[in-house]
């Protein structure tokens, strides 16, 4: 069974940088696309990276230039690499695989189904 579990969420000053990590078990890492959402209180979980079985990432265009997804060192794992972190990138980060192609992405319309999420892991920017 397929499960990815988040960790790496913290409190954080505005300008500087958190890591998070996404563990996969039950299937191999590099055969989904791993994508990180967030979700703040009162608002919509959005999109926020994706990287696809290439390794190729996609961002939303508020953390394009601070954010960078990559696969860790450890293949069963994906990191989002977060700096210069604002107030507002202050939510509920969550980890979701799916079987996807390069073009089904969090911004592709419709969205695209992912297979599985996990659980979240909280980062809160103070100003």
């Known amino acids: 069974q397929m499960q990815v579990v988040e960790s790496g969420g913290g409190l954080v000053q505005a300008g500087g940088s958190l890591r998070l990590s996404c563990k996969a078990s039950?299937?191999?890492?590099?055969?989904?696309?791993t994508a990180w959402f967030r979700q703040a209180p009162g608002k919509e979980r959005e999109g926020v990276a994706q990287i696809d079985t290439e390794g190729t990432g996609t961002y939303a265009d508020s953390v394009k230039g601070r954010f960078t997804i990559a696969r860790g060192d450890d293949e069963d794992t994906v990191d989002l690499r977060m700096d210069n972190l604002k107030p507002e990138d202050t939510a509920r980060y969550y980890c979701a695989v799916g079987w996807l192609s390069a073009e089904e992405t969090f911004a592709a319309r419709p969205s695209p189904t992912y297979a599985t999420w996990g659980q979240g892991t909280q980062v809160t920017v103070s100003s």
């Open positions: 039950g299937y191999v890492n590099t055969s989904y696309s």
